[in-house]
């Protein structure tokens, strides 16, 4: 089912479905993923649902949204904003964590990306977040706004 594009469980529309292992060492004393580990989770779903960054990481599997396909190795994606709320505890489990990641808002130069983390098990909503990325030019350090291409790739998800 990871990386799938479908019917969100909330019926807000579509999104991309993210299986997320959770480690031993997510775990924090109440036997529960720890907070900070949470951002990891929605950096993993991130990736994996739209890749790699340009001039990173090696190629592998395509991105079921190809959001940075294309973009140049001159252009950084970088986190300006993570906003996050913990609904219930999300409990360890040797079980991925289901993670529904959609995009919430494309603007000029940036994409607001929504997640609803779900417990494994049962599918109850544990998180939800959103980040903020924004694509800049690493030379100038000036915003770059979005390519025809990726607003296409982005229809998809809205």
């Known amino acids: ?3 799938t594009v ?3 469980p909330d019926g807000g529309g ?3 479905r993210v299986d997320v292992a959770l480690r031993w060492g997510d775990m924090d004393a109440y036997g529960h993923v720890n907070n900070v580990r949470i951002v990891s989770i929605l950096e993993e779903a991130r990736i994996q649902a739209f890749g790699v960054p340009a001039g990173t990481g090696a190629p592998g599997v395509p991105a079921p949204v190809s959001m940075l396909d294309g973009v140049p190795d001159t252009v950084q994606t970088l986190i300006a904003e993570h906003r996050i709320r913990y609904r219930r505890p999300l409990a360890y489990r040797n079980i991925p964590a289901q993670v529904w990641v959609w995009v919430a808002a ?4 940036s994409i607001e990306v929504a997640y609803s983390v779900r417990d494994g098990m049962d599918g109850t909503e544990c998180v939800t977040a ?3 990325m924004v694509f800049v030019d690493s030379v ?3 915003p770059v706004r979005l390519s025809e291409a990726q607003r296409e790739g982005l229809q998809n998800l809205r």
């Open 1 to 3: 089912m990871t990386g």
């Open 6 to 8: 479908g019917p969100r």
């Open 14 to 16: 579509p999104g991309v």
């Open 106 to 109: 494309a603007k000029g130069a």
């Open 130 to 132: 959103t980040t903020t």
């Open 140 to 142: 100038t350090g000036r």
